[in-house]
């Protein structure tokens, strides 16, 4: 079993929808969470980041954590053709030495 | 702000070929990471380090190795190249693991 498992999709949806991506992990020390978005040909960059149990909202973006369902989600309200990307949830424990990403969701946002 | 540069951006190896694709970072970072992300894949970790003289493999490090020499510097090795390693490779630095990681622009590498 991954330690971390993402549905790749992919997931196309009409512009102005709500969006939701979701990651399941197996280890519940893990404590930190982080979504990466990443746009074709680049890399990763840092969208939310989150710290143990409880939401996070940054503009149309909210992410989400349930630690005692070892479950994050981020949603994206209002969702433009600009969000198209790949998304990766991430996440480490304390006293780690890596950060360990999902296989990452692709994600088309219809015009 | 230069941020994680890595170079070449784009390279085509014969098989049985090495070469080292280099990643530098100037903003002090301990960590440095390489990933390899396969079409329509995620992020692979092949090794990482915790600093300066500090190595250690990730998920799929065989057939390459690593160094680190200096902080900023963390160069990726590929020895007899096979077209299994066709990949785009990125490299990473962050403060610690549990803050954010800052990405290079990723080299594509095909092995023909």
């Known amino acids: 079993q991954k330690e971390v498992e993402q549905d790749p999709g992919p997931l196309s949806v009409p512009e102005g929808a709500i969006v939701s991506l979701n990651c399941t992990y197996s280890n519940s020390a893990f404590q930190y969470f982080m979504w990466y978005r990443q746009y074709s040909r680049k890399g990763p960059e840092l969208l939310m980041y989150?710290?143990?149990?409880g939401n996070k909202e940054d503009g149309r973006f909210t992410a989400q954590v349930d630690k005692s369902s070892k479950y994050i989600s981020l949603f994206i309200r209002d969702s433009q053709p600009s969000d198209s990307a790949t998304y990766l949830c991430?996440?480490?424990?304390?006293?780690?030495?890596?950060?360990?990403f999902g296989s990452g969701t692709r994600l088309s946002i219809r015009p | 702000n230069a941020g994680v540069t890595q170079t070449p951006k784009f390279r085509i190896l014969k098989i049985g070929q090495s070469m080292t694709l280099q990643c530098a970072q100037d903003?002090?970072?301990?960590?440095m990471y390489w990933y390899r992300q396969d079409p329509g894949m995620g992020l692979k970790l092949i090794y990482y380090s915790v600093g300066a003289g500090i190595t250690d493999k990730g998920e799929v490090p065989n057939g390459y190795n690593v160094s680190r020499s200096t902080t900023e510097d963390f160069p990726l090795r590929l020895e007899l190249a096979a077209p299994s390693q066709t990949s785009v490779y990125f490299c990473?630095?962050?403060?610690?693991?549990?803050?954010?990681?800052?990405f290079g622009q990723g080299t594509r590498l095909t092995v023909v």
């Open positions: 991430a996440m480490s424990r304390s006293s780690a030495s890596k950060i360990i």
């Open positions: 989150t710290y143990s149990s």
């Open positions: 990473a630095s962050s403060y610690d693991p549990n803050t954010e990681a800052f």
């Open positions: 903003m002090n970072h301990n960590y």
